[in-house]
């Protein structure tokens, strides 16, 4: 059985394809009377389409949204929402060795081996351009978290991090990388461009913060706001790790020192520290919501690969097209989207069991 919706009370469902004429999403559970339009969708879209810089793909896709349905006079109604993207600007024929031969890194042929058949123009359903519908979803997710305000941006390409004393966040918007580093990113011009030159790839880490998320969101054990949000985040393509809070470093520290201790406050306790990212029991504590992603290195890539054909036989393939140099660049927006997807539904979890 294929899985292509998630949420429980504000669902979301994508469909399409990398190739197809079009692809898009269905909002379903959105409150009505929200005020909406595509221009206030566009924004994240335009964060997120392709072919901006020569740091990422030079696809050259407008990614227009249209809304078809669940909108009338500029509100949502409370009815499904649908939303659509049109592919202009497909390559099929770019792909024409890969419909004889599994791309390694790629889910080729795990597709392949589920289905018996795979489309092989981009990877269909395996390819990040998928993301393009969250990220139109995840516009319609904000308006019903206002309270909530959410920041993305990169802080690791190709091992190389930011220096969080010099985190400045009017950066993010100043830079093709989405670092709040402005020497980072210098040094990333010539990390991602020399990559992209010998035809090879980098990964990526993009940390994700969301701040004014009440304490009470979540619940414990099978509806955990930290296990929604580690599912969400990896469901995206090239995703292949998730953190929360300190994550795999907490690992490292004693109890003491991995605690969050807290003192009296004005009207709730107030935290010294946040190694938990904001989530405690699976339930929110009113501190930012911390989640980093590990994206891995775009398995498109120039340099040639050992792999086989589908009837078996040994070759070697290197992947031709326009594809990123690294794909976790343009990761911001959909991590953006899936924190301001599972923030929604969990808003509403809360609202309908605790008023």
Known sequence: ???????????????????????????????????????????????????????????????????????FEGQTTGTPISLMIENTDQRSKDYSDVARAYRPGHADYTYDAKYGFRDYRGGGRSSARETAARVAAGAVARLVIPEVTICGYVSEIGGDAIDPTAFDPSEITRNPFFCPDAAAAKRWEDLVGKARKEGSSLGAVVECVATGVPAGWGAPLYAKLDADLAAAIMSINAVKGVEIGDGFAAARLRGEDNA???????????????????????????????????????????????????????????????????????GVPVVEAMMALVLADQKMLHRAQCG
């Open 1 to 71: 059985m294929s899985m292509n919706t998630s949420g429980r009370v504000f669902r979301f469902s994508t469909w399409g394809e990398s190739h197809g004429p079009a692809l898009g999403a269905i909002v379903d559970g959105c409150p009505p009377g929200l005020a909406i339009s595509e221009e206030a969708i566009q924004p994240f879209l335009d964060a997120r389409k392709p072919g901006q810089n020569k740091f990422t793909t030079q696809r050259r896709e407008p990614d227009q949204v249209k809304i078809l349905s669940g909108v």
């Open 260 to 330: 969050d201790p807290m003192r009296p406050g004005e009207n709730a306790p107030e935290f010294l520290a946040n190694h938990a990212g904001g989530i405690a029991g699976g339930i929110s504590t009113g501190q930012p919501v911390v989640v980093r992603t590990a994206f891995k290195p775009t398995s498109s890539i120039l340099i040639p690969q050992p792999t086989v054909t589908r009837e078996g036989e040994a070759t070697e393939l290197a992947t031709k097209g326009r594809h990123d140099p690294c794909v976790g660049i343009r």
